[in-house]
């Protein structure tokens, strides 16, 4: 079966200390994998996805098909970075399945 | 202001009333999705359409309908059916398979 998992619901991370926020999937083809991220008060916006392997706001996120995850990390969190954090998959067809999310909370 | 537009942006149902939440979408994608947020839960998909005129059911559909008429717009009805409608829903739109979703603003919907 198709499956996203965050296995944190909650991250707290101090300030300029390295970030990692998991994700692990189970998909049997060639996964599109995406993080999406939902700032307090704004729309769920595209972070970044693994075909593109591009830094967006300092994060970067590795496919590892060996381990299927997808973690997205950043060395430096910043207080900006609070947000609420979802890792896609998309499967081939129309259909996307997402994790449970997990919140980052950046403490000064 | 290219994008998702979702209207209204809270609403309120009755008991056996239907209700339904508009979508609308300028950026010319071809295919529109309906969500489901709940805490703790992420995003489910209640339907999701390729193209206009054809519509799937996603995961958690019972108690939903929806329509694709015009490639803009993809209501989404609220059924009485719909036990525990109480939540926040999300529409999206993407260029096609394996693109990146574009998201509305939600619509929050609470029972009286």
């Known amino acids: 079966a198709q499956r996203v998992t965050q296995p944190e619901k909650l991250l707290s991370v101090f300030k300029g200390a390295p970030v990692e926020l998991k994700c692990n999937y189970s998909?049997?083809?060639?996964?599109?994998l995406f993080w999406y991220v939902q700032y307090s008060r704004q729309r769920l916006q595209l972070l970044l996805r693994?075909?593109s392997r591009e830094s967006i706001k300092g994060f970067t996120a590795d496919l590892n098909k060996g381990e299927t995850s997808f973690h997205l990390k950043k060395p430096f969190a910043q207080e900006e970075d609070s947000a609420m954090y979802y890792c896609?998959?998309?499967?081939?067809?129309?259909?996307?399945?997402f994790g449970t999310g997990t919140r980052l909370k950046v403490l000064a | 202001d290219g994008g998702i537009t979702q209207s209204p942006k809270y609403l309120f149902r009755k008991e056996g009333q239907n209700v339904t939440l508009s979508c609308e979408q300028n950026?010319?994608?071809?295919?529109m999705y309906w969500y489901r947020q709940d805490p703790g839960q992420g995003l489910r998909l209640i339907y999701y359409?390729?193209?206009?005129?054809?519509?799937q059911k996603g995961d958690i559909a019972e108690g939903y309908s929806v329509s694709r008429e015009k490639k803009e717009s993809f209501p989404l009805t609220v059924t009485s059916a719909q036990k525990n409608p109480t939540a926040f829903y999300l529409c999206?739109?993407?260029?096609?398979?394996?693109?990146?979703?574009?998201f509305g603003d939600g619509t929050r919907l609470s029972i009286l």
């Open positions: 998909y049997s083809g060639s996964p599109e």
């Open positions: 359409s390729q193209i206009v005129n054809d519509f």
């Open positions: 999206a739109s993407s260029m096609g398979r394996n693109q990146p979703q574009h």
């Open positions: 896609a998959l998309g499967s081939g067809t129309y259909k996307y399945i």
């Open positions: 693994h075909i």
């Open positions: 950026l010319n994608h071809d295919a």
